[in-house]
T-cell receptor, first 113, second 115 residues
Framework: AQSVTQPDIHITVSEGASLELRCNYS??????LFWYVQSPGQGLQLLLK??????LVQGIKGFEAEFKRSQSSFNLRKPSVHWSDAAEYFC???????????FGGGTRLMVKP | DTAVSQTPKYLVTQMGNDKSIKCEQN?????MYWYKQDSKKFLKIMFS???????INETVPNRFSPKSPDKAHLNLHINSLELGDSAVYFC??????????????FGPGTRLTVL
């Protein structure tokens, strides 16, 4: 069965600094991979996704992620963090049928002024 | 207009009670979901319905019974509530079941507290 690990429970960065959130997956075939963001008191919103093709994918709000098969990773990056990026970030992988997501434990991002 | 709405937003109840959470989407989507997010923020799918038919049931206790009266609604009824049911429950919908081509839209969540 597929699984996702987000090694960092909390990350704090200064506003304007760059950000990288780690995600490692376990899956037999080429995975469908996703990043979602959850703002406080809100539901999840899709940031970006990957299935095939270019391993660097662009998403909304200036985020990007890079798929690295050799490292089983799909890390999320942003060159310059804004205070409004403070939220919980979830990486997810789909099952074979593509109709169910397994989520990682999430990484809470805090942004210092 | 809210795309995926849930009621109530907060629900506090005693152990052993029966309660329902309602979900409605006005996006015209075929597929709806219930997720449970525990106190450690782990998010896990419970059920998925497509065109009112159950397609995913992730080993959820049978005290939980989803009901889909029509494509726009997926309600969650919970019998004999237990302390471990305390969590935030999220409803979501997507146009169809293939999640790569069909984005999921999440509701704001219902925080259930069982005392």
């Amino acid at each position: 069965a597929q699984s996702v690990t987000q090694p960092d429970i909390h990350i704090t960065v200064s506003e304007g600094a760059s950000l990288e959130l780690r995600c490692n997956y376990s899956y037999g075939a080429t995975p469908y991979l996703f990043w979602y963001v959850q703002s406080p008191g809100q539901g999840l919103q899709l940031l970006l996704k990957y299935f095939s093709g270019d391993t660097l994918v662009q998403g909304i709000k200036g985020f990007e992620a890079e798929f690295k098969r050799s490292q089983s990773s799909f890390n999320l990056r942003k060159p310059s963090v804004h205070w409004s990026d403070a939220a919980e970030y979830f990486c997810a992988v789909s099952n074979n049928a593509g109709n169910m997501l397994t989520f990682g434990g999430g990484t809470r991002l805090m942004v210092k002024p | 207009d809210t795309a995926v709405s849930q009621t109530p937003k907060y629900l506090v109840t005693q152990m052993g009670n029966d309660k329902s959470i309602k979900c409605e989407q006005n996006l015209g989507h075929d597929t709806m979901y219930w997720y449970k997010q525990d106190s450690k923020k782990f998010l896990k799918i419970m059920f998925s319905y497509n065109n009112k038919e159950l397609i995913i049931n992730e080993t959820v206790p049978n005290r939980f019974s989803p009901k889909s009266p029509d494509k726009a609604h997926l309600n969650l009824h919970i019998n004999s509530l237990e302390l471990g049911d305390s969590a935030v429950y999220f409803c979501a919908s997507s146009p169809h079941t293939d999640l790569y081509y069909n984005e999921q839209f999440f509701g704001p969540g219902t925080r259930l507290t069982v005392l």
